[in-house]
């Protein structure tokens, strides 16, 4: 492809970067912290921490951990809840105590924190209360020495935080009750962390900073290792080509996507914060009314999310109370962008929502269009600098530009491997370093790049990757199921929805059962909606389930339906 995409890069954007500037992301922090001490680095909710407020509170925590808890370098802290200003002091004091993070989803269910829990032997958790019944129930099935609690209002200053406390609580009702006797309160750690005396950590650039838990094709989610040196070199990637149209220390970033998730924690938390913005916490996104109206409260410069948060934004008629005229920078991913999205988007605000892709395995940006381009083309954009990308065909063989086939990505924001995984690393990542992304793409002769077609069976709903095995395998467990397949089909609004084939001999198995079944085991997101009842499913001459057969049953219907 002798990097075509080169001759369309940004005025001002470098062909490399050095992912090795600074040994680990506390450096980062640092480097805005010195140069930027009073601005403000984090809002929520009405409450703002400066830089220099952030890593006071960041050390803190790291002392209580270090020194409190006995926590050592490499050991592993599990983060769950929705965007907290909590959520950052954890990152950054977690990483200043030399800790591994996992970040987990706080809708898990105990099952799935279970696995999450064992596979990542993680040392302590720090949850908040609206969640902690789901950590006590994972606790049955696997040991954590270390449990933190925070609520809500936590770093609120104090009237307004027992307010606040005594609300979500009392009045919402917001908090199942729990038994975690052995937990500590959040403002209880930092209590003692400010008697306590941190010893700097050496941290190296080979050090895993995350485990990010992404869907396995196989069924079972994988912890992808993410070193210092691939979040760094991400970080260096995305600021290389935002930084022509950033001010740094002016701008405003509106972080509504949870920071749990890999693209708004390293674009948000990380990028912005080495740009020493001020990243606003939306807690409850999907409060749309309650999110506006905290857009009509502030002039924000950029903004990241997924599809559907756009969309269901641009529905409703308050968005037109938002001034927009501060906004240059409004980045789409985690899910493909639909081009009705954008134009109602810009249609709305008057900026162009730029689409951006990336992989969990990936740090996770690969590739992202212009700023300078201010209409919606279908592409995933430009690799960044440093990436190099192929496509390739079943056989490996490099494809044409023009031609479909696998995308496979490289570059130093490539994982280190999968968590304990050697079998399945091996079969995503070659010794040359090449990852096989698994989606279909293709180059045009510019160096654009557009995604042709999903990885085979994922289901990306929302811009959660949703694996069919997981969901298929839990569906399995009903006792009037004998075999389940599941698929995504296209949906409005979340961009797919799953569609479950059963095979049964109950012929008054009703779907409301089924849903209720997977509730007790699966995230909201992964049960799926729609059912179809048969009395079996095709199969290959090995006996192996055929999913793409019902997806192609499934198209020729809707085709029917649309053309009749």
């Known amino acids: 492809m002798d990097k075509v995409w080169l001759k369309n890069y940004p005025e001002g954007v470098p062909v490399e970067i050095n992912p090795d500037i600074v040994p680990s992301i506390p450096d980062v922090f640092d480097d805005t912290v010195k140069n930027y001490p009073n601005h403000p680095a984090v809002s929520n909710l009405g409450t703002t921490l400066t830089y220099a407020q952030l890593d006071q509170r960041a050390t803190v925590f790291a002392a209580y951990l270090q020194q409190g808890l006995g926590l050592k370098k490499g050991d592993c802290l599990a983060i769950m809840m929705p965007n907290l200003i909590q959520y950052i002091i954890a990152i950054y004091g977690a990483f200043k105590a030399g800790l591994s993070i996992t970040n987990v989803n706080p809708l898990y269910t105990p099952r799935e924190l279970a696995h999450q829990f064992s596979n990542a032997k993680v040392d302590a958790v720090l949850v908040l209360a609206n969640f902690a019944g789901s950590v006590e129930k994972a606790l049955e099935k696997v040991q954590v020495k270390h449990i933190i609690v925070t609520e809500v209002g936590d770093v609120f200053p104090k009237p307004k935080a027992m307010l606040v406390n005594f609300i979500v609580k009392r009045v919402k009702k917001m908090i199942p009750s729990f038994d975690l006797p052995q937990a500590i309160k959040f403002n209880d750690a930092l209590k003692q962390g400010k008697k306590l005396t941190l010893k700097p950590v050496n941290l190296e650039g080979t050090d895993i900073a995350f485990l990010q838990y992404t869907g396995g094709t196989t069924g079972v989610s994988k912890g992808a290792m993410l070193t210092h040196r691939n979040i760094i070199a991400n970080i260096e990637q995305a600021y290389a080509w935002l930084k022509p149209f950033m001010v740094r220390g002016e701008e405003k970033i509106i972080t509504a996507l949870p920071l749990y998730h890999i693209f708004s924690l390293l674009a948000n938390c990380f990028v912005f914060m080495k740009a020493a913005s001020e990243n606003i916490l939306i807690t409850n996104p999907r409060d749309i009314p309650g999110f506006i109206k905290e857009l009509k409260s502030v002039k924000f410069t950029g903004m990241t999310g997924v599809n559907t948060l756009f969309n269901a934004l641009t529905n409703d008629k308050n968005l037109k109370d938002v001034d927009f005229s501060h906004l240059k920078i409004v980045l789409g991913g985690g899910m493909a962008v639909q081009k009705a ?93 090449w990852l096989q992304t698994g989606d279909v793409a293709k180059v045009d002769e510019n160096g654009y790049v557009y995604i042709v077609d999903r990885k085979k069976d994922m289901v990306d709903i929302s811009g959660f990757n949703v694996y069919p095995n997981e969901v298929e395998d839990i569906l399995a467990h009903h006792p009037d199921v004998i075999e389940a397949a599941v698929i995504g089909v296209k949906n409005p609004v979340t961009g797919e929805a799953l569609k479950a084939f059963i095979a049964t001999k109950n012929k008054a198995l009703r779907p409301d059962q089924l849903i209720a079944f997977c509730r007790q085991h699966l995230t909201p997101y992964k049960v799926p909606k729609i059912y179809e009842f048969r009395d079996e499913l095709p199969k290959s001459n090995v006996g192996k389930i055929l999913r793409r057969e019902l997806r192609d049953e499934e198209e020729q219907t809707t085709h029917t339906h649309h053309s009749s």
């Open 341 to 433: 999205v954008a134009s109602k988007w810009k249609d709305a605000t008057g900026v162009h929502l730029l689409e951006a892709y990336g992989l969990t395995e990936t740090s996770p940006a690969v590739t992202i269009n212009p700023l300078t381009l201010h209409e919606y083309t279908g592409s995933i954009g430009l690799p960044l600098p440093s990436t190099d990308i192929k496509i390739i065909d079943e056989d490996g063989k490099e494809m044409p530009l023009g031609e479909a086939g696998e995308l496979c990505v490289k570059g130093p924001q490539v994982m280190a491997g999968y968590l304990g995984m050697p079998e399945e690393t091996a079969l995503v990542l070659s010794k040359d370093g």
